[in-house]
Nanobody, 126 residues
């Protein structure tokens, strides 16, 4: 059974940085598509970034150049490094995994995710 456990959220001032982590268990280390999504109060959940086991990444335009998604296979952990944070980045952030992904398929931030972490709050003050 796949389990995803988020950590690393918090409160920072605009311009600051945070790194989110997502420990994955029961999910492949050799062939994967994983991502981060976020949901702000009163808004729909939106895909932020995605990465596959070939190292291909995909980012929302709003975070390009500021956020970096990565995965440490030895630690079974997905990361989201967030720099130059803005108040509009304030949201609950969720990691996610695609159970049906195989080589040759696209892995993007808009994938249909089968598994979700519990979420971690990020608050950016101006």
């Amino acid at each position: 059974q796949v389990q995803l456990v988020n950590s690393g959220g918090g409160s920072v001032q605009a311009g600051g940085s945070l790194r989110l982590s997502c420990l994955a268990s029961g999910y492949s280390n050799s062939s994967y598509c994983m991502g981060w999504s976020r949901q702000a109060p009163g808004k729909e959940r939106e895909g932020v970034a995605a990465i596959d086991s070939n190292g291909n990444t995909d980012y929302a335009d709003s975070v390009k150049g500021r956020f970096t998604i990565s995965r440490d296979n030895a630690k079974n952990t997905l990361y989201l490094q967030m720099n130059s944070l803005k108040p509009e980045d304030t949201a609950m952030y969720y990691c996610a995994a695609d159970a049906g992904w195989t080589q040759g398929l696209d892995c993007t931030r808009t994938n249909v995710w089968n598994y979700w972490g519990q979420g971690t709050q990020v608050t950016v003050s101006s």
